[in-house]
């Protein structure tokens, strides 16, 4: 291939990256479940024809999915050699986690973009559906054993062969969840994103070239590389180390360690995860695909201005040891990823806390306490309320953290109050920040929050929660104050209730009237709670966010005087 001007490159670096977004935004608008719609879980890229590897991603999707993604193309690439049947116009669809990653909700389409006969990349959607079958409505099982317990687990299958549909494979699909009306939306929605890929790339290769643009993709993909090199090479050699726990498995109340050492030397990066806990009975398992894709998240939050290119990932060594809970095999559940992979991005950050403490920030809330609410209406409908919520972000050396943000794998938004409330029958009595829930600093953490949700259904309502935190705070750095633990209680006919695993319980039952309550973590704080200036801690008094009693404790009395 011809060598390419920087000038043209950048031009097409743009026009690929709005062929993603495009694919994202088509999506967002098509889809019929919130997850997606309102929250934006879904993501879409160009894949490499070869290797699978990630090319280019819309910037509104989630960034797990540029990794896992990636290993999905790899599996439908493999697939296809093994069958020998590559067409243009075939798209396949699958949602096994062991092989594309992350959970069974997140259903994947691939399909191969064909140019003058010839394969030229891969384009691939991922959603994350709102049901697709399984022991619990909304898929997060807390007390899953095995895959089959979690949802429907479809291998790579082709959805359309050379552009016609095969209608077996969505009556399968629409037969394995309780909201096809939903499921097809989304479908219909990815089925969309993907055709319009087509159509912009073969407006792009009209108008340079496939070889112009294929130097392209692979001069992206070599200038990741050196840009990611050259960052890694002005940070210090050495080794560290860090460890943070998950509360327990869902099944066993013993909690799991998450254990790395980072290592840098020279112009690489090597994370070791030796040392984790073993492969667990319960859902906060992991497959391999998904600890490289989160080991990739963190490292773009550390070097924020580098691509979403797989070339950024080519001098960073991941190690993790066979049959721990990092490298979990089939059928090992793996509903509760999210918990696992924010956990690693907690340790991850707490080791280069001690080697680079300024280009991090402290433990985010580190929980998407998925919660699921579900029941049957009045006229036999079911209907399924699936939701993740937000927490507090950490601080870091510049200020103080993100009241209320999402979590730190996504770009996802939380679904709105009015929406959730619109569509199901629920009401929110309370949606609001959480006072002393932001660990203490120099520059304190963000705080979490509180959500109190009331069953407006005559039939009342069957809860599930997946979350964490509930017995590790988040953590603070560079000597940064914890943040308060996740709580999360339930209303009976005899009053409130906690879980006994602290973070997960399923089947609560919940009549007409009564509510279930969550009470999310903050952010760790950022330097030592004395360096805070006592007008942010009055401040803080002021607005109601650090109580009197706290501010004494933790920043002493001075601030008392400002706030005369």
Not at 9 to 30: H, K, N
Not at 313 to 342: D, K
Not at 544 to 559: K, L, M, Q, R
């Amino acid at each position: 291939m011809s060598d390419i001007d920087p000038i043209t490159l950048s031009v097409l670096a743009g026009r690929m990256e709005q062929i993603a977004d495009e694919m994202d935004a088509t999506l967002f608008r098509a889809a019929f479940n919130p997850i997606i719609a309102e929250a934006h879980d879904a993501s879409h890229g160009l894949y490499h024809a070869a290797t699978g590897d990630t090319l280019v991603q819309g910037k509104s999707g989630l960034p797990i999915f540029v990794g896992v993604m990636s290993f999905a193309v790899k599996a439908v690439i493999e697939k296809a050699a093994k069958d020998g049947d590559l067409e243009d116009g075939d798209i396949y669809i699958f949602n096994d986690a062991h092989i594309g990653g992350t959970h069974l909700s997140d259903m994947r389409l691939v399909r191969p973009y064909f140019r003058d006969g010839a394969l030229f990349c891969y384009l691939a959607s991922v959603g994350h559906w709102h049901d697709v079958g399984g022991a619990v409505p909304g898929n997060y099982n807390p007390a899953a054993t095995d895959v089959f317990q979690e949802a429907f687990n479809l291998p790579p299958v082709k959805l359309a062969r050379k552009g016609h549909i095969n209608q077996d494979i969505i009556d399968i699909l629409m037969r394995n969840t309780r909201l096809p009306q939903s499921a097809m939306g989304d479908l219909n929605g990815q089925l969309g994103a993907l055709d319009l890929g087509v159509k912009r790339m073969d407006e792009l290769l009209d108008d340079y070239g496939a070889d112009t643009v294929a130097a392209a993709l692979e001069a992206l993909g070599h200038r990741a590389e050196a840009l990611m090199r050259s960052e890694v090479e002005a940070l210090p050699n050495g080794r560290w180390e860090a460890h943070d726990f998950l509360d327990n498995d869902g099944i066993t109340d013993a909690p799991l360690k998450i254990n790395l050492a980072l290592e840098i030397q020279g112009d690489a990066i090597t994370l070791d995860f030796t040392g984790s806990a073993p492969q667990c009975a319960g859902p906060v398992n992991i497959a391999l695909p998904t600890t490289v894709a989160t080991a990739y998240v963190a490292i773009k939050h550390v070097f924020p201005s580098l691509p979403a290119n797989a070339g950024v990932m080519r001098p960073i060594e991941v190690i993790v040891p066979e049959g721990s809970l990092l490298s979990a095999a089939f059928p090992a559940p793996t509903g509760g990823y999210t918990e696992t992979i924010l956990r690693m991005i907690d340790v991850i950050f707490s080791a280069f806390a001690q080697a680079v403490p300024d280009r991090v920030v402290a433990n985010a809330y580190g929980t998407i306490n998925a919660l699921s609410i579900a029941g049957k209406r009045s006229n036999g409908q079911p209907w399924v309320m699936f939701s993740f919520y937000g927490g507090g972000h950490g601080a870091s050396i510049e200020c103080d953290g993100l009241n209320h943000g999402n979590a730190p794998i996504s770009t996802a938004t939380i679904p709105p109050m009015e929406i959730l409330e619109a569509a199901y029958p629920v009401m929110f009595r309370q949606w609001a920040l959480r006072p002393d829930s932001a660990g203490s600093g120099t520059h304190r953490g963000g705080l979490g929050a509180i959500y109190e949700i009331e069953v407006l259904e005559e039939n009342g309502a069957e809860a599930f929660l997946f979350g964490e935190r509930g017995r590790f705070a988040p953590k603070g750095i560079a000597e940064g104050g914890d943040a308060a633990l996740n709580t999360f209680s339930y209303e009976q006919a005899d009053g409130w209730h906690t879980p006994p695993l602290a973070s997960k319980m399923r089947g609560i039952e919940l009549a007409q009237g009564q509510a279930v309550r969550l009470e999310t973590p903050g952010g760790g704080g950022y330097g030592p709670a004395q360096g805070r200036a006592p007008e942010a801690v009055a401040r803080d008094v002021a607005r109601g966010v650090v109580s009197a009693e706290i501010a004494d404790s933790t920043y002493g009395p001075a601030w008392r005087e400002i706030a005369q």
